[in-house]
T-cell receptor
Framework: ETGVTQSPTHLIKTRGQQVTLRCSSQ?????VSWYQQALGQGPQFIFQ???????GRGNFPPRFSGLQFPNYSSELNVNALELDDSALYLC?????????????FGPGTRLTVL | QKEVEQDPGPLSVPEGAIVSLNCTYS??????FMWYRQYSRKGPELLMY????GNKEDGRFTAQVDKSSKYISLFIRDSQPSDSATYLC??????????FGTGTSLTVIP
């Protein structure tokens, strides 16, 4: 059984650019959630995808968008990067949306915006 | 008002001590309560999960939910240096949106 993987590990971008982060869910999991974790803070929920459809969204602007593929892997896209977007981006997969006891996190992608 | 509040610490205890970590939440409709542990430069890992009120024990860890007070706790008995990490509480209504506390940094001194 493979765990949740994310790529890339680190990324440096400049303000105004666009970025795509990728996540492979744990085998058998059909739900993927994305979080932003600023330094010294807890993860902030961005959105969740369930069976390729957005299933919940936190308080993030539309320039944060996502996608889930038929194999349940997922992408997070951020347009028009701002300095405040610098953070650790975490992906988590769950067996089902309702199975809150099965949410497993990946190691994260650290994004730095200069 | 934030959905969940957590004392950020930091907390420093000697090895073998009992550790108490706490969170309060704002809405009594929350039903699922979790504790995650996060080591430096790693993703959070699920430590304890509780549905509704009550206690749940797993080895040295006990999670407690008091819905009347909107208060959740994690107790660590016989704390070990390997327990040094940041502990995050998390809550959700139905599993499609999670709210995390800011995390409490714990150091267990040998």
């Amino acid at each position: 059984e493979t765990g949740v993987t994310q790529s890339p590990t680190h990324l440096i971008k400049t303000r105004g650019q666009q970025v795509t982060l990728r996540c492979s869910s744990q085998s058998g999991h059909n739900t993927v959630s994305w979080y932003q974790q600023a330094l010294g803070q807890g993860p902030q929920f961005i959105f969740q995808y369930y069976r390729e459809e957005e299933n919940g969204r936190g308080n993030f602007p539309p320039r944060f968008s996502g996608l889930q593929f038929p194999n349940y892997s997922s992408e997070l896209n951020v347009n028009a990067l701002e300095l405040d977007d610098s953070a650790l981006y975490l992906c988590a997969s769950s067996l089902e949306t309702s199975r809150t006891d099965t949410q497993y996190f990946g190691p994260g992608t650290r994004l730095t915006v200069l | 008002q934030k959905e969940v509040e957590q004392d950020p610490g930091p907390l420093s205890v000697p090895e073998g001590a009992i550790v108490s970590l706490n969170c309060t939440y704002s809405n009594s409709a929350f039903q699922y309560f979790m504790w995650y542990r996060q080591y430096s430069r790693k993703g959070p890992e699920l430590l304890m999960y509780t549905y509704s009120s009550g206690n749940k024990e797993d080895g040295r860890f006990t999670a407690q939910v008091d819905k009347s007070s909107k208060y959740i706790s994690l107790f660590i008995r016989d704390s070990q240096p390997s327990d040094s990490a940041t502990y995050l509480c998390a809550i959700t209504y139905t599993g499609n949106q999670f709210y995390f506390g800011t995390g409490t940094s714990l150091t267990v001194i040998p």
